[in-house]
């Protein structure tokens, strides 16, 4: 392979990489039925005019299985986390003691359940998309090099690793989609 191959090739793989992060992001905020401080990861408050995220400005725990623990840094700050929360639309509701505020996750109905099964497929797909869209413009670029000079032995060679790199990323979706959905059925 050539420089200009490597350095295309190299790029696919991060783009990609990318991808699987930004699903693995989306998947960590779909609640499955278990107290799980990445659900508050979308959720915003305006501290002293700066919007910054939930955990910059308190500590996060889960002190079992269905309680989330928000303990502000400052508390007067308590009742802005409160509304950031209920605007937030997570499907919780507070619970502020003045001091802290509580998450109790109520356990998921079976619709519920298969409800974020489909939504958490839909992410997967859109992932792959994602992994298909990168490999079209690599291959794209790789047909651009071929035009310019480059060997048709050395183009053909680039674009069956392209295509082994989509397929690994594809199967690391797929497991990434099962082990959820396994997460989210898991009574």
Do not use: C
């Not at 619709?111 to 839909?122: F, G, P």
């Amino acid at each position: 392979m050539t420089e200009e191959v490597n350095i295309y090739l190299d790029d696919a793989r991060e783009r990609m990489a990318k991808a699987i992060k930004h699903l693995e992001i989306e998947l960590a905020t779909l609640r499955a039925g278990k107290a799980d401080p990445n659900i508050l990861n979308g959720v915003y408050v305006d501290y002293y005019g700066v919007k910054s995220q939930l955990g910059q400005v308190s500590n996060i725990n889960t002190t079992d299985a269905r309680t989330i623990v928000i303990q502000p840094w400052e508390k007067k700050m308590i009742d802005v986390i409160e509304k950031a929360i209920m605007a937030a639309n997570i499907g919780l509701m507070p619970v502020n003691n003045g001091e802290i505020i509580r998450l109790n996750v109520p356990p998921l109905t079976e619709e519920r359940r298969l409800e974020l099964v489909k939504k958490a497929k839909v992410e997967g797909e859109n992932a792959k998309i994602s992994i298909r869209a990168i490999r079209k413009d690599t291959n794209t670029e790789i047909k651009q090099l071929e035009k310019n000079g480059l060997s048709e032995d050395i183009a053909k060679d680039a674009e069956e690793l392209v295509q082994k790199i989509t397929t690994d990323f594809t199967k690391t979706i797929d497991e990434i989609i099962e082990h959820k959905e396994k997460d989210i059925l898991t009574v």
